[in-house]
């Protein structure tokens, strides 16, 4: 059974730096389209970066745009966001997903819609 787990998350004052992981099993990253999401209390999951299983650079969204990263390393089947210049509107709780398909476009790639796995989310706090 595939299942991701996070880590990572924490409390940091306004422009620290904070790293995200994301640790799969049961399922070979290289091979899917991955990403990172976030999601504020009664509001939707908002996509934050994303990778296709069909190859590429990362996606971001704009409000993320210079400030994070998103990186893979496949032999430990593991992705990360490392976020810099934090500000307190990051303060949500961030989620790893994956899904076995092929987006194409970063419209595709920051929609929740269609990653099948996802991690139980991992709260990040930017306040001083």
């Known amino acids: 059974q595939a299942q991701l787990v996070e880590s990572g998350g924490g409390l940091v004052q306004p422009g620290g730096s904070l790293g995200l992981s994301c640790t799969a099993s049961g399922v070979t990253l290289d091979y899917y389209t991955i990403g990172w999401f976030r999601q504020a209390p009664g509001k939707k999951r908002d996509g934050v970066s994303a990778?296709?299983?069909?190859?590429?650079?990362?996606v971001y969204a704009d409000s993320v745009k210079g400030r994070f990263t998103f990186s893979r390393d496949n032999a430990k089947n593991t992705m990360y966001l490392q976020m810099n210049n934090l500000k307190p509107e990051d303060t949500v709780v961030y989620y790893c997903a994956a899904d076995p398909g092929t987006k194409v476009g970063s419209s595709w790639l920051l929609s929740e819609i269609g990653y099948t796995y996802w991690g139980q989310g991992t709260q990040v706090t930017v306040s001083s």
């Open positions: 990778i296709s299983s069909g190859g590429g650079n990362a």
